[in-house]
């Protein structure tokens, strides 16, 4: 009973697995396409639509984003504070390697006092 409406209005379309085929499918078999996710391919060559996935709300993706900015302001902070750690590691070593040398110093001045 359905059967020449369903006819007429998907006779001509192709369930594809992806837009590589459906574009294949539709230059050289002469058909519409659609992909699994939605793309519309023309037969004529026209590329339209996508899949939308409304799960994915506005208000999740803003969420999603504020999200992400907090763990960017800490990650910054903690490099921040890993730049000055450093910095002053090696201020440190600096000042070691300084009283090292001081100490080679006396050590051969008394080392010649010696001889």
Do not use: W
Request: with cysteine; glycine share 6%; proline share 1%.
């Amino acid at each position: 009973m359905f059967k020449p409406a369903m006819l007429q209005v998907f006779g001509r379309t192709l369930l594809c697995r992806d837009l590589d085929v459906a574009a294949s499918f539709a230059r050289t078999q002469n058909l519409d396409c659609v992909t699994e996710l939605g793309d519309k391919i023309n037969k004529k060559g026209a590329l339209t639509g996508g899949y939308y996935d409304v799960r994915d709300s506005r208000c999740q993706q803003r969420k999603k984003v504020s999200t992400l900015k907090r763990k960017l302001t800490k990650l910054q902070e903690t490099s921040e504070t890993t730049k000055k750690d450093l910095e002053a590691s090696g201020e440190r070593v600096r000042n070691i390697l300084e009283q090292l040398q001081v100490a080679e110093s006396e050590f051969q001045q008394h080392q010649r006092a010696i001889e």
